[in-house]
């Protein structure tokens, strides 16, 4: 897992905050993605980036704001969040060749988010 | 549609008999098939795929998994399970054609008691 790494690991705010979802992966990838995992449901794909550009965006409420500085970094910035966006959100990243074929998504450990 | 199918929420094993965790697929064209396993509180861990070439594919930790194209199954599987192997697996598939994004199934809990 130190391949991907995300921080916090555990988040608790409460639903007027604004807070930071950050993931940085030590691959030399350049697709990144953040996923949803709740609980009893599939891992749901919120957003991914290809060369830092956005392709993604799987009908995800603005509340939920990402950004790629660099095909290093993904940020998930979070503003008015509701309970039921209460998961463990994941960060993954690939490699996208030549002719859109992307190779092993690899994930980082998580940020376990509590909404209040 | 795309669509993965993991038909048992939860598997449960004698330590030392071997195991098997079900994945069936439907995609157009060829898939690409991936097997990951989540333990407590952690993300997703890589443990084998397959692309192309031998029906059945051997990874991490003593896992093997063979594609059945007739059957369009990829199911999981190791000769003898140990205790450490209790986690949560989920099998993903890749329609070649797209451009890379993986379908999850909902994953199969799975239990080795000693």
């Known amino acids: 897992e130190t391949g991907v790494t995300q921080t916090p690991r555990h988040l608790v705010m409460g639903m007027t905050n604004k807070k930071s979802l950050k993931c940085e992966q030590h691959l030399g990838h350049n697709a990144m993605y953040w996923y949803k995992q709740s609980a009893k449901k599939p891992l749901e794909l919120m957003f991914v980036y290809n060369f830092k550009e956005q392709t993604e965006n799987n009908s995800v409420p603005s509340r939920f704001s990402p950004e790629c500085p660099n095909s290093s970094h993904l940020f998930l910035h979070l503003h008015t969040l509701q309970p039921e966006d209460s998961a463990l959100y994941l960060c993954?990243?690939?490699?996208?060749?030549?002719?859109?074929?992307?190779?092993?998504?690899?994930f980082g450990p998580g940020t376990r988010l509590t909404v209040l | 549609a795309q669509s993965v199918a993991q038909p048992e929420d939860q598997v449960n094993v004698a330590e030392g008999n071997p195991l098997t965790v079900k994945c069936t697929y439907s995609?157009?064209?060829?898939?690409?098939l991936f097997w990951y396993v989540q333990y407590p509180n952690r993300g997703l861990q890589f443990l084998l795929k397959?692309?192309?070439?031998?029906?059945l594919v051997k990874g991490s930790y003593g896992f093997e998994a063979e594609f059945n194209k007739s059957q369009t199954s990829f199911h999981l599987k190791k000769p003898s399970a140990l205790v450490s192997d209790s986690a949560l697996y989920f099998c993903?598939?890749?329609?070649?054609?797209?451009?890379?994004?993986?379908?999850f199934g909902k994953g199969t809990k799975l239990s080795v008691k000693p």
């Open positions: 993903a598939v890749r329609d070649r054609g797209s451009q890379g994004n993986l379908i």
């Open positions: 995609v157009s064209g060829n898939p690409y």
């Open positions: 397959y692309i192309t070439g031998d029906n």
């Open positions: 993954a990243s690939s490699q996208l060749a030549s002719g859109g074929y992307t190779d092993t998504q690899y």
